[in-house]
T-cell receptor, first 115, second 108 residues
Framework: DGGITQSPKYLFRKEGQNVTLSCEQNLNHDAMYWYRQDPGQGLRLIYY???????QKGDIAEGYSVSREKKESFPLTVTSAQKNPTAFYLCASSRGTGANSYEQYFGPGTRLTVT | GNSVTQMEGPVTLSEEAFLTINCTYTATGYPSLFWYVQYPGEGLQLLLKATKADDKGSNKGFEATYRKETTSFHLEKGSVQVSDSAVYFC???????FGAGTRLTVKP
């Protein structure tokens, strides 16, 4: 089945530790995205990548880092510099960006809790 | 810049009631417009889309019409079911902008 997988579904970390969230897609999509969702809130864009080895900051990139070494994979690292890391993180992909009709396909999300 | 403004929730309806969730946008150019749905604890799924003015997107009894003159893309359904309970997001995907989401609860 084609789709996006995120692992793990739940993740717990101590304050001060970096943590990496996994995102893999087998849809052969060029573009991938990371969003953060807080309770009762909409989605805020952290980073996106239009092509392998390239990525751009979104609206709330501070305290996060990404890499895009393979088309299928777009891991997100939440660093200790992120002041409020506890949130629900969603990864998505699409055929491209900026074009008019490319809908995004979402993974099931990772709920990160930092104490 | 581009933005999406969505009707605030939560919205609570009885089964078989009519649903409208308002969405307006600000954008340069001619964006495509989308509605996504999120069930509890899951990621978002595309519900419907429209790519140009006057297009009507539809799926599972939901409809939305791209109104360029009013910059709107309101979501409607004639008769909601309990299974429609979810959070609904309006989006301008060419700019990766999502509305704040509207939580819908349908009671039997």
């Amino acid at each position: 089945d084609g789709g996006i997988t995120q692992s793990p579904k739940y993740l717990f970390r101590k304050e001060g530790q970096n943590v990496t969230l996994s995102c893999e897609q087998n849809l052969n999509h060029d573009a991938m995205y990371w969003y953060r969702q807080d309770p009762g809130q909409g989605l805020r864009l952290i980073y996106y990548s239009q092509i392998v080895n390239d990525f751009q900051k979104g609206d709330i990139a501070e305290g996060y880092s990404v890499s895009r070494e393979k088309k299928e994979s777009f891991p997100l690292t939440v660093t200790s510099a992120q002041k409020n890391p506890t949130a629900f993180y969603l990864c998505a992909s699409s055929r491209g960006t900026g074009a008019n009709s490319y809908e995004q396909y979402f993974g099931p999300g990772t709920r990160l809790t930092v104490t | 810049g581009n933005s999406v403004t969505q009707m605030e929730g939560p919205v609570t309806l009885s089964e078989e009631a009519f649903l409208t969730i308002n969405c307006t946008y600000t954008a340069t150019g001619y964006p495509s417009l989308f509605w996504y749905v999120q069930y509890p604890g899951e990621g978002l799924q595309l519900l419907l889309k429209a790519t140009k003015a006057d297009d009507k997107g539809s799926n599972k009894g939901f409809e939305a019409t791209y109104r360029k003159e009013t910059t709107s893309f309101h979501l409607e359904k004639g008769s909601v079911q309990v299974s429609d309970s979810a959070v609904y997001f309006c989006a301008l995907t060419n700019d990766m902008r999502f509305g704040a989401g509207t939580r819908l609860t349908v009671k039997p």
